[in-house]
């Protein structure tokens, strides 16, 4: 059973720092994609980053680009979202999750979600 555990929200002042980290469980996923969402009260939820199972291509939504970094590990068991000069508006809760793609169907699998919170 796949499993997605997020780590490292927190609160935070505005132009800090945050490493959230999203641990995975329960296959090999070296070849699956990754990324992260997040979702603000009375937001939709947004797509911030995410990264292909090679590592070489990332996607950031415009509003993050320049702040946030996308990695992870050689196994893929591990991904991280590095962000850098909070901002307000960046609070939310951050979800975590793994593409696999069967033939021309995409199976997603989520984490819980952690909370970030920045102050101004």
């Known amino acids: 059973q796949v499993q997605l555990v997020e780590s490292g929200g927190g609160l935070v002042q505005d132009g800090g720092s945050l490493r959230l980290s999203c641990a995975a469980s329960g296959r090999t996923f070296s070849s699956y994609g990754m990324g992260w969402f997040r979702q603000a009260p009375g937001k939709e939820r947004e797509l911030v980053a995410a990264?292909?199972?090679?590592?070489?291509?990332?996607y950031y939504a415009d509003s993050v680009k320049g702040r946030f970094t996308i990695s992870r590990n050689h196994t893929g068991n591990t991904f991280y979202l590095q962000i850098d000069s909070l901002k307000p508006e960046d609070s939310a809760v951050y979800y975590c999750?793994?593409?696999?793609?069967?033939?021309?169907?995409?199976?997603?699998?989520w984490g819980q979600g952690t909370q970030v919170t920045v102050s101004s």
């Open positions: 990264i292909d199972w090679s590592g070489e291509s990332t």
């Open positions: 999750y793994v593409e696999h793609w069967v033939i021309t169907t995409p199976h997603y699998y």
